[in-house]
């Protein structure tokens, strides 16, 4: 009887609309990017474009998709967040399983854990960390923007307490049938970690696609730049060769209704791919969050 009450009534209705209203924050801004993206060139400079096309073309599209520049950043955006993902979902899911077990089963667990906490409260800084990724002749390559981030403590202390809430059966009953430890997390933990795996893939995939910061700094050459790289380029130099634009076509084509075509391609890719993992995001996040 108490959740047909007026108090949770009245809760439900304010907790909806609420989350309308932030939701509603959330797409309009890419709405107003897409709505762009489709105005003609006279619309956008008069800047009278909100959240429907106005004179709907697709030469934004059109002109993005026929850029060398976009199209390989896009390309070098995709391997990063692929291979980037891959990396440092298994690096992540080793260390894991490993100081997931008790102390008597892993002796010095406890000190292993506290070196990674330690590297979530200091870090080396920037210089030496360009100095180190220099040293390894990793300038200008695709591993600076990848291993330096392989390591997420965050990520690895929500996998480690997410596998320490699997019955301890399991792993012995593998144990009994001749199974060793890689064994074991390839056909027990994994098979029913997959929530876990799924929402920490996902944050990790997000990190990688959006990161531009270490594009930056690793790549001399604006060619090695992945996308997000590009377009925070793009936007802070508003350089119209870069987004793609020259001076013979800048009377059909505006930089804007092109840059912001190249901010809603950029943006696709984990707007699609986010559907497929949301249903894993909540139970993954709930589960391992609470024994320690």
């Known amino acids: 009887m108490r959740y047909r009450s007026r108090g949770y009534t009245v809760f439900t209705i304010s907790n909806t609309i609420f989350l309308s209203l932030l939701a509603l924050i959330c797409v309009l801004p890419l709405l107003h990017v897409l709505s762009l993206s489709f105005s003609s060139r006279a619309a956008a400079t008069a800047n009278i474009v909100n959240f429907w096309p106005v004179g709907f073309t697709t030469d934004a599209y059109a002109k993005t998709l026929g850029n060398d520049m976009f199209i390989r950043s896009l390309w070098i955006g995709v391997e990063r967040t692929v291979l980037g993902t891959v990396v440092s979902m298994a690096v992540v899911t080793m260390a894991a399983y490993s100081l997931s077990k008790s102390s ?77 430890h890689l064994r074991v997390l390839w056909s027990v933990y994994l098979p029913v970690s997959m929530p876990s795996i799924a929402t920490l893939s996902l944050f990790t995939m997000v990190f990688h696609w959006n990161s531009w910061f270490d594009g930056v700094i690793y790549m001399s050459n604006p060619d090695g730049y992945p996308l997000a790289t590009y377009l925070h380029s793009m936007i802070v130099s508003d350089n119209l060769s870069r987004v793609g634009v020259t001076l013979q076509s800048v009377e059909n084509f505006s930089n804007r209704t092109v840059k912001s075509a190249q901010i809603f391609i950029g943006a696709l890719p984990i707007l699609l791919v986010y559907p497929f993992l949301q249903k894993y995001f909540v139970k993954g996040i709930v589960l391992g969050s609470v024994k320690s």
């Open 104 to 180: 008597h089963k892993f002796p010095g667990r406890q000190f292993y854990i506290w070196i990674f906490v330690f590297t979530m409260l200091f870090s080396g800084g920037l210089i030496p960390s360009y100095i180190l990724i220099s040293k390894l002749h990793l300038i200008d390559k695709i591993w600076a923007l990848i291993l330096p981030s392989a390591v997420s403590v965050w990520n690895m202390i929500l996998m480690l307490n997410f596998f320490r809430t699997i019955p301890q059966d399991l792993e012995e009953a593998a144990y009994i049938d001749g199974a060793g």
